[in-house]
């Protein structure tokens, strides 16, 4: 039952009386107050409730190249605040207190200032060794006669029971995972956010809504500049525009003409809210149902993306069970190819500088609004590995890492591996020619000339391989624009039929160990 403010208090911090408190611990996948058990448990308990984020040093760390990029922070602390904001209205009349550090020891510390007896927060699914740490903390939280409870809520499924359908074993190919879905049955329902008669916390009328502890930092004191930011703000971090998109998401998505080229710019799209847990998957499940039964193109779409989204469970399945899945050394599920180190061709690729506009305008769409459509993720995956440039998935992932709004460890890595040919097995080994797969795709070139300023005024029918237009029929200015634009870094011929030769001799090996998809 909602109960009455001040509290009945129950202990002292440095001579204050302090009731008992109930924390729920926000995680950086997990901003929402919609289908999250969680919370849900949190504020149904008896007591004074309290809401944390924290920043945790790790979320910058572990990067060869500066950690995840404005827009990935934009869109993070956006949803901080859409979450405060949510938080501050009724029946909640709670602030989210941001706080700096590592978990390990900020959580402690919190037991003791605000006596909590119980902290809720959704399960880490990320990577094993993510799950070891959310173990540490439920042994220090009861340490301190906190009780620590977790939710697993970032996926359809719990994995631990699609692990136990499979006789104790993880599926370790999407066809053995595919086979269990007549046992997995239907996903749960997305959980509703409570009824405001049905909460237990104590929370204060709301002309006393405290000030949080922590505020929520700006970009500028994270050392970033919002300039670029806001000039590419496609994508508003938050719950509150994660519902909004989702209320008309199946029409909107299902009116898009069925052509990639429409797909490529696309802003309509759900993936960074479901990175940062702003929506939840079963709610997105729940919808794409209902939107089924309405017509064919429903059903249509429900079947692609739930596809889609049964990938998305598949990557988290066997990521978190799998120790230094994101790497290549100690990953006993990625073949261990002899990737090259060329400098030269690592920095033509991270800024957008190989020559071939296809590529380049791939590469700098990702850097300018941080997300990209699968069909060119999968383009600028093939060139830089297996298909011509023979530079490791691991490069290509950690560049992801920072600049997609995105971006989910599981999923990237397996799509890299999958990708570079060097896991995950498909028989589907395409060549992607740089230049074929642009015109296919992007016929006029107006993609590459969104991207690519350096062609904007360029003749369509050369945009794709502006080296093939002769100075006898290139106007002056064409010309011009050409020189500002880099030159091929490779032969694609040459150096593809030598990826190849490569790929082919890898592919036995790649079939002995997963079995033909
Ligand atoms: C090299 C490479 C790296 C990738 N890295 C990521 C990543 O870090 N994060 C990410 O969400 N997707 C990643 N993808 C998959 C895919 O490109 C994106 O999920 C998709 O483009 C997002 O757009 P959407 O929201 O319109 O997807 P939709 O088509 O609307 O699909 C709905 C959701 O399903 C999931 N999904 C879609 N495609 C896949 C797939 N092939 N595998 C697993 N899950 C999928 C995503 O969560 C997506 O939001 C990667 C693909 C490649 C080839």
Redesign the pocket.
């Known amino acids: 039952m909602h109960c009455n403010y001040p509290l009945a208090t129950q202990t002292t911090f440095q001579g204050q009386s302090i009731p008992d408190t109930t924390v729920h611990w926000f995680r950086l996948d997990a901003l929402r107050l919609h289908d999250n058990p969680a919370f849900v448990d949190a504020v149904k308990t008896d007591g004074n409730f309290k809401a944390v984020f924290i920043i945790d040093p790790w979320f910058n760390a572990n990067y060869n190249n500066g950690g995840p990029q404005v827009n990935v922070w934009r869109f993070l602390l956006e949803a901080l605040h859409d979450l405060d904001s949510r938080l501050q209205k009724k029946p909640y009349c709670a602030r989210l207190n941001v706080l700096y550090g590592q978990p390990t020891m900020i959580l402690p510390e919190l037991y003791k200032k605000w006596n909590v007896k119980k902290i809720t927060f959704q399960a880490s699914q990320v990577s094993s060794e993510s799950m070891k740490h959310d173990g540490i903390i439920k042994i220090l939280s009861e340490q301190q006669n906190v009780q620590a409870v977790s939710y697993f809520s970032h996926t359809l499924y719990d994995p631990a029971n699609v692990i136990a359908l499979n006789n104790g074993r993880v599926p370790l190919s999407y066809k053995e995972f595919r086979r269990l879905m007549p046992l997995m049955g239907k996903p749960a329902s997305p959980i509703p956010e409570p009824h405001p008669m049905s909460l237990c916390m104590k929370a204060p009328p709301s002309e006393l809504v405290p000030e949080p502890e922590g505020k929520i930092p700006k970009l500028q004191d994270l050392g970033l500049s919002d300039e670029f930011a806001l000039y590419t703000n496609s994508w508003v971090g938050g719950e509150t525009e994660a519902l909004s998109r989702l209320s008309s998401f199946c029409s909107r998505r299902a009116a898009i003409p069925n052509e990639p080229v429409h797909w490529l710019m696309s802003k309509d799209?759900?993936?960074p809210y479901?990175?940062f847990g702003c929506l939840s998957v079963r709610q997105l499940f729940s919808q794409l149902l209902q939107f089924a039964s309405t017509s064919s193109k429903g059903q249509e779409l429900f079947e692609?993306?739930t596809k889609?989204?049964l990938?998305?469970e598949f990557?988290f399945l066997v990521g978190s069970s799998s120790p230094k899945f994101d790497v290549m050394e100690g990953n006993s599920l990625c073949i261990q190819l002899p990737w090259e180190s060329n400098n030269v061709f690592i920095q033509a690729f991270r800024n957008g500088q190989t020559g071939y506009p296809w590529i380049d305008a791939i590469i700098r769409q990702i850097r300018q609004d941080g997300w990209a459509?699968?069909l060119a993720?999968?383009s600028i995956?093939v060139f830089l590995t297996r298909g011509y440039l023979w530079i490791s998935w691991v490069l290509?992932k950690e560049f992801?890492q920072e600049f997609?709004i995105?971006?989910?460890l599981p999923?990237?890595s397996?799509?890299?591996m999958q990708?570079s040919c060097s896991g995950f097995f498909c028989t589907q080994i395409e060549s992607y020619d740089p230049c074929l797969v642009g015109k296919q795709i992007d016929t006029d070139g107006h993609y590459i000339k969104t991207y690519v300023p350096e062609l904007k005024d360029f003749p369509s029918e050369y945009v794709h391989q502006p080296w093939k237009c002769s100075s006898l029929h290139t106007e002056a200015s064409w010309l011009c624009d050409r020189e500002q634009y880099p030159k091929p870094i490779i032969d694609v011929c040459k150096q593809g039929e030598l990826c190849c030769k490569r790929v082919q001799s890898i592919m036995k090996a790649l079939a002995d160990v997963y079995g033909v998809e």
């Open positions: 799209t759900l993936s479901i990175k692609l993306l889609n989204l990938l998305r990557a459509h699968f993720r999968q995956a290509g992801f997609m995105d971006f989910e999923v990237s397996v799509c890299w990708s």
